[in-house]
């Protein structure tokens, strides 16, 4: 199921969603909501997207659907709402993405230094040479 984790903003003591039933407090202050297609998030939405917001989106993206019905409630006028709610919807991390990323190993740049050749000097007597 996709969720959406929220958290208050640093303005709010606390929140609470009845269509949700979602109770964050100082606490408490990071809930992570999963949702169906069923389930209305009009206030979350509203929460994370209003003029001073309530809540903070940290993770996962609203249905289009949700957020489609809440621009919808500025038209013409709000067009700072309008980008309010595309900017918090692009800075939260997807929950969900389509592609799994992939995440590469270190690559080891570190090369063990090597012993410096030490020339043989012609003259210097053989240990192992009989005498």
Not at 30 to 59: K, W
Not at 88 to 104: A, G, L, M, R
């Amino acid at each position: 199921m996709p969720k959406l984790v929220v958290g208050l903003s640093g303005n709010t003591n606390s929140y609470y969603d009845a269509k949700t039933n979602t109770y964050i407090t100082k606490l408490n202050p990071v809930r992570e909501i999963t949702y169906g297609p069923n389930t209305n998030l009009s206030g979350i939405c509203h929460a994370v997207n209003s003029h001073i917001p309530a809540l903070n989106l940290y993770e996962g993206k609203f249905p289009k659907k949700t957020l489609d019905a809440w621009k919808a409630k500025y038209g013409l006028v709000g067009k700072q709402a309008l980008n309010r709610a595309d900017v918090n919807q692009d800075k939260s991390k997807d929950t969900d993405p389509e592609e799994p990323e992939v995440i590469e190993p270190p690559v080891d740049d570190h090369e063990e230094p090597e012993e410096p050749e030490v020339p043989e000097d012609p003259d210097a007597e053989d240990p192992e040479a009989g005498a």
